[in-house]
């Protein structure tokens, strides 16, 4: 079982920069990939990042490839999603989730078994 928790969220204006926590309560994190996805209103979830288990495979969806960067710090079971130059498009919930794989980090949502509440980004203009 896992349990994740994001935060770091809120508001920022154009351009700037916000970083996302998720820290997860699991007995080994290293045995897990880790992936964030963002729901805006009235649209579906989107894959945003992944990364693997040992944090050198690393993923970006091409609308946030170099602005956003994934990272993990096993030590502290936490992955983080570094957001650079945002824009009121990036305004979403986003989420953290988990699967248990050492394999290389999927891009769908079904391929991920645990998510976190969610935290809110919103991008003003």
């Known amino acids: 079982q896992v349990q994740l928790v994001e935060s770091g969220g809120g508001l920022v204006q154009a351009g700037g920069s916000l970083r996302l926590s998720c820290e997860a309560s699991v007995r080994t994190f290293s045995n897990i990939a880790m992936g964030w996805f963002r729901q805006a209103p009235g649209k579906e979830r989107m894959f945003v990042a992944a990364?693997?288990?040992?944090?050198?495979?690393?993923y970006y969806a091409d609308s946030v490839k170099d602005r956003f960067t994934i990272s993990r710090d096993n030590a502290k079971s936490t992955v983080y999603l570094q957001m650079n130059s945002l824009k009121p498009e990036d305004t979403a919930v986003y989420y953290c989730?988990?699967?248990?794989?050492?394999?290389?980090?999927?891009?769908?949502?079904?391929?991920?078994?645990?998510w976190g509440q969610g935290t809110q980004v919103t991008v003003s203009s």
């Open positions: 990364l693997g288990w040992t944090g050198l495979m690393t």
């Open positions: 989730a988990a699967r248990i794989s050492r394999g290389t980090p999927g891009r769908a949502p079904s391929e991920y078994a645990y």
